[in-house]
């Protein structure tokens, strides 16, 4: 996540940086686990409303 | 955790569901069974099973794209809420970039802040590059440093180039989010090429505090800038149909609508706790970073709880698109992997059901020219496979039976089928000839008169994007990696050799199909002319199309009456820097 500016003259002598205000992202989970095979995973899906 | 229940379609939206999924299904039925009874009456071979499967699924897309059109048609449009409080919570308009035409992005930029300015609204700017070329950082940072400097009548534009480019456009954007995101409450996602009116700007940012249960909000780009015949027909296509599929897609989509990626606001808290996307597991291209992530996204905000919604009658809102076949085709194989990724995502927990349904009409978008295509070739093959006609099937005939395929089921297919095609923009010039929105496009003559040139032009395009759409699915399936090659935005024009380099293996499959047609028989030969002729005459298509196109045909709104910040752009980009804008200008006189 380095976000280095790099060195250049023409934007040296401004800071462009946007203001540092940090907000946690929690990863989102996409992928089932594999363990649980395609009969838990149709189970799963057949009660995703409760997911 | 979720804590918000998520977003419920009402009797409205799941009525307009309905319809339009009957529809679809029954097309697909009727389809089905007039291709089921023209071929068992020449003897049902495994072949005509193939043949009916495939239409039935062919069928059953094209009806699909006609039910959104009929849908966006119907009367009783929703009213544009009035009452709109003042637009003054913090927001940050985003410039994700990598590699493009920094002095164009600039210009834009400009062009953008002096509208924004004017409109009385405060923002900030972010360009958040991704650039990685050594040349193309200087000119970009050249390009954008006049417009980063400080000075109390301008707004704030931030600049910021990443080393690391992890999770591409999308993680180019969740890291800013995670640095600077608490600085906001809104952030308005564009593309390198997008415009924006500030009136715009502001109009969404009030829409947004007004509904506290909105996560994003997406317009509807159009395009603009486009010269030759294949650009300016999409540019046309894009400002005549897109808006009614729009509002198909609206009323059945309701509070899980879409994101296209940019050209909309989104709030900034609902994007953090919800959208940092994953890597998938395993290698590109189905592992990786997630490529159609504005899909995603979308769906990950609804099973968080928040409304997604398109507002396709916002107006203000412009893009650029590619301005030859071979640039569209080459975005859209980066798309086909994108969409084909999906099928990783499909089953995610949580998702609401129309998500899914989403997702698998995004894979469809790509499988179904590999139907198309299946179906020719089984018809081919089905052809071959037929048993040898019986002129005298009963005993003591003293007259012969000639073999009938059955032409008048398979003539009302066919008929079916391209009245599915055409239905949606015999519907569109219809309605806009009785609303008098053709006035906006020329008039009514004008406008009949691009109709049928974007007809005639999309059905000889139609056979070479098949192919195109073919290759990528079988390429993406087989496990090739596209990569994420930059969108080449006004390339131009392209020579001969240069469409016989993108497509010479297009003529070659066309001219190879049509002379196995010609062996088998010519009773399919006329009806495959339509498709292989395209297919052999591809180079120079992509040619052709690739020349700068009258300005009398295919003329769009914004031609006629350019938007502000479209002719603000222009000045700005025509003045060769990014500080010029004419707003600007009128500012300092004053």
């Not at chain 1, 940086?17 to 992202?25: F, G, I, K």
Request: with cysteine; proline share 7%; net charge neutral.
């Amino acid at each position: 996540m380095d976000q280095n500016l790099n060195t250049l003259n023409d934007l040296d002598d401004v800071d462009t940086s946007p203001p540092y205000a940090p907000l946690a992202m929690p990863r989102q989970i996409l992928e089932r686990d594999r363990r649980e095979g395609v009969i838990g995973a149709l189970l799963r899906l057949l009660t995703a409303r409760n997911a | 955790m979720r804590d918000r229940a998520r977003p419920r379609a009402d009797l409205r939206t799941a009525v307009w569901r309905a319809a339009a999924l009957g529809f679809t299904l029954l097309s697909g039925v009727a389809a089905t069974a007039l291709m089921a009874e023209a071929a068992f009456a020449a003897g049902f071979g495994a072949w005509d099973v193939v043949c009916v499967v495939l239409i039935f699924f062919t069928t059953l897309w094209l009806a699909w794209g006609a039910a959104q059109s009929l849908v966006g048609l119907a009367p009783g449009r929703r009213p544009a809420p009035t009452d709109l409080p003042h637009p003054d919570a913090p927001t940050v308009i985003l410039l994700p970039i990598c590699n493009e035409d920094a002095r164009a992005a600039a210009a834009r930029l400009a062009a953008m802040e002096a509208s924004v300015r004017a409109a009385g609204v405060t923002v900030d700017f972010a360009v958040l590059s991704d650039t990685r070329d050594g040349d193309a950082l200087i000119l970009e940072r050249q390009a954008f440093a006049p417009l980063c400097a400080h000075r109390p009548d301008r707004l704030r534009v931030y600049y910021r180039n990443r080393t690391e480019n992890w999770g591409r456009k999308a993680g180019n954007i969740e890291d800013f989010i995670r640095n600077s995101g608490g600085a906001y409450e809104f952030a308005v996602i564009l593309d390198a090429d997008s415009l924006m009116e500030g009136e715009t700007i502001g109009h969404l940012i009030a829409r947004m505090q007004a509904a506290p249960d909105i996560g994003l909000l997406q317009t509807l780009p159009k395009i603009i800038g486009a010269t030759s015949w294949f650009g300016r027909a999409m540019q046309f296509a894009a400002s005549f149909y897109s808006p009614v599929f729009a509002r198909g897609l609206q009323r059945m989509q309701g509070p899980t609508g879409p994101f296209w990626g940019h050209n909309a606001i989104v709030r900034v808290k609902a994007l953090a706790e919800s959208c940092a996307l994953p890597e998938l597991s395993g290698r590109p291209p189905f592992g990786g970073s997630i490529l159609s992530h504005d899909y995603v996204e979308a769906a990950l905000l609804a099973r968080a709880g928040w409304r997604v919604e398109v507002d396709p009658a916002i107006p203000g809102s412009f893009e650029e698109g590619p301005d030859n076949l071979v640039a569209y085709a080459r975005r859209d194989r980066r798309w086909c992997q994108g969409n084909l990724q999906h099928l990783r995502i499909v089953g995610a927990p949580g998702l609401t059901a129309w998500s899914r349904f989403v997702f698998v009409q995004g894979i469809a978008s790509y499988i179904v020219p590999l139907f198309w295509a299946g179906f020719l070739l089984s018809s081919m093959a089905a052809l071959v496979a037929a048993p040898p006609p019986d002129y005298f099937p009963e005993p003591y005939q003293l007259f012969p039976v000639f073999p009938d395929r059955n032409t008048r089921e398979i003539v009302a297919l066919a008929i079916g089928i391209v009245g599915l095609l055409l239905l949606p923009k015999v519907g569109i010039l219809a309605a806009a000839i009785a609303s008098d929105r053709t006035k906006g496009f020329g008039g009514a003559a004008r406008t009949t008169a691009s109709v049928l040139a974007e007809t005639l032009l999309s059905s000889l395009i139609a056979p070479i994007m098949l192919m195109y759409q073919s290759r990528a699915v079988i390429e993406v399936l087989s496990g090739k990696d596209g990569g994420w090659p930059a969108t080449m935005r006004g390339e131009g024009r392209l020579s001969l050799s240069e469409g016989r380099a993108a497509a010479g293996w297009i003529s070659l499959s066309g001219l190879a199909a049509l002379c196995v047609v010609a062996w088998l028989g010519r009773d399919l030969l006329f009806w495959l002319l339509p498709v292989t002729l395209p297919m052999i005459a591809a180079p120079l298509l992509i040619a052709a199309t690739s020349r700068p196109a009258p300005r009398g045909l295919f003329t769009a709104p914004d031609e006629i009456a350019p938007s502000p910040v479209i002719a603000a752009y222009r000045t700005a980009l025509g003045t060769g820097t990014a500080q010029a804008a004419p707003a600007e200008k009128e500012a300092r006189v004053a």
